[in-house]
């Protein structure tokens, strides 16, 4: 028989195998909506992990990151008439720039400090983004075109839906190569000590700036992936709620968790719509459930209930045997 | 001219002196639990609700009793939320605990919606009408925010110097463990902390009821300008953080008139991340800075003189 | 022998006190310099200085002949000078294979997470020698049986070891040792000197500060006394321990104590 460890090494082949086959289960327009949500949300948390899951660090401006990704990506191909495609060249320069733009505070601003920097932050850029002319204020953009390859369009949810699910299978791998990478235990280094990582030659500030830096690239590309599946945007996606939401999916998925990322992200999107049917209280419903979640399972949903049921153990040993 | 820029001076120390409460109700909490209250907003909001939909509407009451009931409801609804949250959650990860409370504060808003309705409530005649002098047309209201403030910080100063709850507080806020060791129940000292500073929510929601209206979003701009005004202050001081607001509401309110009024609310952040970068004391630093330059200068001349 | 480290005047006022006043060591090739002096005398501020952890305020550091006063602790790490902490600082929810390969990240790797993602076949290459490396060393500081395990459950004693193990990754020229064998018993520590010496012989020079004088005596060459920020004696452990500056010093303090209360 195959102990638990070996079992786990698949792992991964069975979430995307899910993750494709869930269409086929999922019918009607408005699920594969939110499924296709659901795997922006995690590509986003992905990238969020290695800030505030691996390196420790609050940041609450996630949101403004993913909106600038959407804006740039929409504006460049509405008001230029970009192809959505040449249009992500933009994107990831903005990505990387706002990444370091925001990873050199975060050497001077610490702890609560930094997570009120970027709240402010994402205000600042809710605020223009709403008041400014060419941003459409907040009627936002509409009209935005759909990608396409050799004149085929993502223009339905089950095209969009797995033009989504290639971009998240492509971003698990350079995350997974990076989490397991000489960078993944730098992040969890600088978490840890980073007076140490300092005396091993490591420039720690290199270090943040790399974490914000790829974080916010995530971002951006998952909200330019946002605009033009959605083909309408407006400022009011982009709230401080939005980045508190991509915390919480970190959270339910366990701190640090690479996977937990995934389900964290699916939960966050699902559970809302799951509740809706209840009507009038589901939002109430939702905001007691995520409080509960988070109040009684701080290391994440699955972290914790096998610590609960004493499984945890259970497993560890399993696979020391195999 | 010069009845605008009274009336703009004016308005501006009333709304810097409701960002000042603001930053005083969190930084009480900040001092006694090392957390954030990301929840004050809709505490604020609470505050509201109570105030004119339940006390004055549903139950009738006359201004002056709602104001006082509403603030008493609003105590123990902060010794409530001290148990269920505050001091189960005071030795967890920062993130969780600013997650939690941010949490809180969505359940308060839901609640709201269910309990109060969508549409939003004003008071009647309730710190309305205008005085006029100099030329000036002032919202009583303003006045009254300003009256009210400064009364509430005198309290505040008095409960801290003169009473053995204010003095024990204070002693948690510099250091919990010593204060721990030296018999003063920090559980304790976090209830009352919550309570006080559920109650300044409380009097915000009421004094800022005919500004805003009671609505889910009354205080989404005045939560988050107190933290700004705590930072530009300098962070865990209270009278950092009264200077914090006062400075923020003018700067604020000036910088509406000479910048387009499209960035009039992106000011306060702007101002904010900026003292973070360069003096992330606040203005307590830029004061101790000061007084070092002039010590470092006394000190040459005298040598000069020697 | 050619000095391998150097400080000239050395000096660190915090405010009006002044912490470390004009110290001037040499620390030569092949020896295992100590450092000691009472509690407060500002020995570890002195190693700080050395290491860029702290800014001096007056005075210079050299290494090899090259100035390094001022430079970024990383910069200073980087050039080959290594340090472990008086209070263990360690990657806790690493494991310890993977708190030496961090060591040896800035020796080992090069090159930010693009180039990485593009080049996966020498990413692999490095991986695999920093790993080698880190086994290598574990086998050297004895701590094989622990590898897999993360460094926030070992045992006190094991944590110093494994920071020692950590700062050799770097491959440095020289370790400087706070306080090595605070808070060990007296099987670990000699377990730790003789760790100590198996690093001197293979060429690596020790700066140590230590308070335990069976340690410092039995294997330094040469030990400079620190007192309230000065340095008041020089020599080999022979001449230190009949400096009559240094017993004052050590027993003075107490004897003028003790006066002073029953006065």
């Not at chain 1, 797995?162 to 990076?178: D, E, G, H, M, R």
């Not at chain 1, 709620?241 to 339910?252: E, G, Q, R």
């Not at chain 2, 504060?105 to 006029?132: D, H």
Request: net charge positive; aromatic share 10%.
């Amino acid at each position: 028989m195959k102990t638990a460890r070996e079992w786990k090494k698949y792992f991964p082949v069975f979430l995307m195998l899910l993750l494709a086959v869930i269409p086929a289960f999922v019918t009607g327009n408005y699920y594969r909506t939110v499924c296709c949500q659901a795997m922006l949300y995690a590509i986003v948390a992905l990238g969020l992990n290695f800030i505030v899951g691996l390196s420790g660090l609050m940041t609450l401006g996630t949101a403004a990151i993913y909106g600038l990704g959407s804006y740039v990506s929409a504006l460049f191909c509405v008001k230029l008439g970009w192809n959505p495609w040449a249009a992500l060249i933009p994107v990831l320069i903005s990505g990387w720039l706002i990444g370091k733009g925001l990873g050199y505070p975060s050497l001077r601003v610490q702890g609560v400090y930094l997570s009120l920097a970027t709240i402010g932050f994402n205000e600042i850029v809710r605020n223009l983004l709403t008041n400014l002319e060419w941003t459409g204020s907040g009627t936002g953009i509409r009209n935005i075109p759909v990608y396409e390859i050799g004149g085929f369009a993502f223009d339905t949810q089950i095209r969009s839906y797995y033009l989504i699910y290639a971009v998240l299978l492509l971003f698990i791998v350079i995350a997974w190569k990076i989490v397991n990478s000489r960078w993944g235990r730098a992040f969890k280094a600088v978490k840890d000590n980073p007076d140490a990582l300092e005396v091993c030659g490591i420039n720690i500030a290199n270090v943040k700036i790399t974490a914000f830096t790829l974080s916010a690239i995530f971002a951006v590309v998952a909200g330019a992936m946002y605009a033009h599946f959605n083909r309408y945007i407006t400022p009011a996606t982009y709230t401080t709620d939005l980045s508190i939401s991509f915390v919480v999916m970190l959270i339910i998925g366990g701190l640090g968790n690479f996977w937990g990322c995934i389900y964290g992200a699916y939960i966050v999107a699902f559970l809302p719509q799951l509740l809706r049917p209840i009507g009038l209280t589901y939002k109430l419903i939702y905001a007691v459930i995520i409080m509960l979640l988070v109040v009684f399972f701080p290391n994440g949903i699955f972290h914790d209930i096998r610590r609960y049921l004493g499984l945890h153990r259970v497993l560890k040993k399993g696979g020391e045997e195999g | 001219m010069q009845g605008i820029l009274l009336q703009l001076i004016v308005s501006g120390i009333a709304m810097g002196f409701v960002y000042a409460l603001v930053a005083v109700e969190y930084t009480l909490i900040w001092n006694a639990c090392g957390l954030l209250n990301f929840s004050h907003e809709k505490i604020i909001m609470l505050g509201g609700y109570v105030f004119v939909g339940t006390c004055i509407t549903a139950l009738g009451m006359s201004n002056i009793m709602s104001a006082i009931l509403t603030i008493i409801l609003l105590g123990i609804f902060g010794a409530l939320i001290a148990v269920i949250i505050f001091i189960p959650l005071r030795n967890q990860t920062r993130l969780i605990a600013v997650v939690a409370t941010v949490m809180l504060g969505q359940i308060l808003n839901e609640a709201a919606v269910l309990v109060w309705g969508p549409v939003a409530l004003m008071p009647k005649n309730f710190l309305s009408g205008v005085f006029t002098f100099m030329g000036a047309t002032v919202a009583k209201s303003y006045v009254y925010i300003i009256i009210v403030a400064v009364i509430i910080i005198a309290l505040l100063e008095l409960f801290f110097k003169k009473t053995k709850p204010g003095k024990g507080m204070t002693c948690v806020s510099i250091n919990k463990t010593a204060s721990a060791l030296m018999g003063i129940n920090v559980k304790v000292s976090i209830v009352i902390t919550l309570i006080l500073s559920f109650m300044i929510c409380g009097v915000l929601g009421i004094i800022t009821a005919p500004i805003f209206t009671v609505k889910q979003q009354m205080a989404t701009m005045i939560a988050l300008k107190g933290f700004c005004a705590g930072v530009i202050g300098g962070f865990g001081s209270l009278p950092a953080a009264i200077a914090g607001g006062l400075v923020l509401g003018i700067v604020e309110n000036i910088a509406g008139v000479v910048l387009p009024a499209v960035f009039k609310d992106a000011v306060a952040f702007a101002l904010m991340i900026l003292f973070m970068l360069f003096s992330p004391k606040g203005l307590v630093g830029v004061r101790d800075h000061v007084r070092n330059l002039q010590e470092n200068r006394k000190q040459k001349k005298g040598k000069v003189n020697i | 022998m050619s000095i391998l480290l150097e400080t000239k005047n050395l000096t660190k006022r915090f405010g009006g006190l002044e912490a470390v006043k004009d110290v001037n060591i040499q620390v030569k090739e092949r020896e295992i310099h100590a450092l000691i002096g009472p509690n407060g005398a500002g020995k570890t501020t002195t190693l700080s200085m050395i290491n860029g952890t702290l800014r001096p305020t007056a005075g210079e550091v050299l290494f090899l002949g090259q100035e390094i006063t001022g430079k970024p602790t990383y910069v200073v790490a980087n050039l080959g000078i290594g340090r472990t902490f008086q209070n263990i600082k360690q990657f806790g929810s690493l494991t310890v294979l993977e708190n030496l390969m961090v060591g040896g990240m800035s020796h080992y790797n090069k090159g930010g997470v693009l180039h990485m993602l593009l080049h996966m076949k020498e990413t692999r290459h490095m991986e695999e020698a920093v790993e080698e490396k880190a086994k290598e060393i574990l086998s050297r500081i004895g701590m094989e049986a622990f590898e897999k395990e993360y460094a926030g459950n070992l045992p006190y004693g094991r944590q110093k070891v494994l920071e020692l193990g950590r700062a050799l990754m770097g491959d440095p020229r020289l370790i400087l040792l706070d306080e090595p064998a605070a808070g060990l018993n007296p099987s670990e520590r000699a377990e730790f000197v003789e760790i100590l010496k198996n690093v001197y012989e293979s060429g690596i020079d020790l700066f140590l500060i230590e308070h335990n004088m069976d340690v410092v005596m039995n294997i330094s060459h040469r030990i400079t006394v620190l007192n309230f920020g000065r340095q008041i004696a020089e020599g080999t452990p022979q001449e230190i321990a009949n400096n009559e500056t240094v017993i004052k010093a050590y027993l003075g303090d107490r004897f003028s104590e003790g006066k002073n209360r029953r006065g």
